[in-house]
């Protein structure tokens, strides 16, 4: 039985960049569909008990015809346990430290990479998500359609930051204005969680397979 993540702040937290709606609706309805239509899936098969984590490990060992269900609804709760887990009421402002150093030597400056970060995003057609990623000890900007986790289609590549561009995430507030949504969410990045998901990766540890 997979649950997904309590909030670690209130729903009008992160306002006015996310609205207090958006963010209850995305959680506790969104979010939570992607639990429940997952354990849907796996009820009554031999992967019932599993966590996310022996998913993601065995991912392309699982039973062929559950292989997409799993990478659209276990790849919907990786993907928001780490968006929801990013953010909080008062967020440190910027990387420092070991993140701070990679950072500035792979892409000159913050700044940089939230440029790419949120072009990734723009550019996305239809669903899907930009991430900051740890492959093979390298920091790297990408994109993927849909819900697909990294951690289920990829060897070796951990998330450590991720923009939803669903338009669920946006839409209530922004409408059709995805740039304008990118552009002020980069703001609500709490820093210092992604400076520990950053050392976590280095050690391959990932908290929201957990
Ligand atoms: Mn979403």
């Given at each position: 039985m997979i649950k997904i993540n309590e909030l670690?702040?209130?729903?009008?937290?992160?306002?006015?960049?996310?609205?207090k709606e958006t963010v209850e609706i995305h959680h506790d309805k969104h979010h939570q569909a992607y639990a429940n239509n997952l354990n849907a899936l796996l009820e009554?098969?031999?992967?019932?008990?599993?966590?996310l984590e022996k998913i993601v490990k065995n991912f392309q060992n699982i039973d062929q015809k559950l292989q997409n269900g799993i990478l659209n609804n276990a790849g919907g709760v990786i993907n928001h346990n780490l968006f929801f887990r990013?953010?909080?009421?008062?967020?440190?402002?910027k990387p420092t430290g070991d993140l701070e150093n990679v950072i500035h030597t792979k892409f000159g400056n913050l700044e940089n990479l939230l440029t790419e970060l949120k072009a990734k995003g723009a550019k996305r057609f239809g669903s899907g998500w930009s991430f900051l990623v740890v492959q093979n000890g390298e920091l790297e900007v990408i994109d993927a359609p849909n819900q697909n986790s990294p951690l289920l289609t990829n060897d070796n590549i951990i998330p450590i930051l991720g923009i939803d561009v669903w338009e669920h995430s946006y839409y209530l507030k922004y409408q059709n204005k995805r740039p304008e949504y990118l552009d002020n969410i980069?703001?609500?990045?709490d820093w210092k969680v992604i400076e520990e998901n950053y050392s976590d990766a280095k050690n391959n540890i990932c908290k929201d397979i957990k």
């Open positions: 670690n702040y209130n729903y009008d937290d992160l306002e006015p960049v996310m609205d009554k098969t031999e992967y019932a008990d599993w966590s990013q953010f909080s009421k008062n967020p440190q402002n980069v703001k609500i990045i």
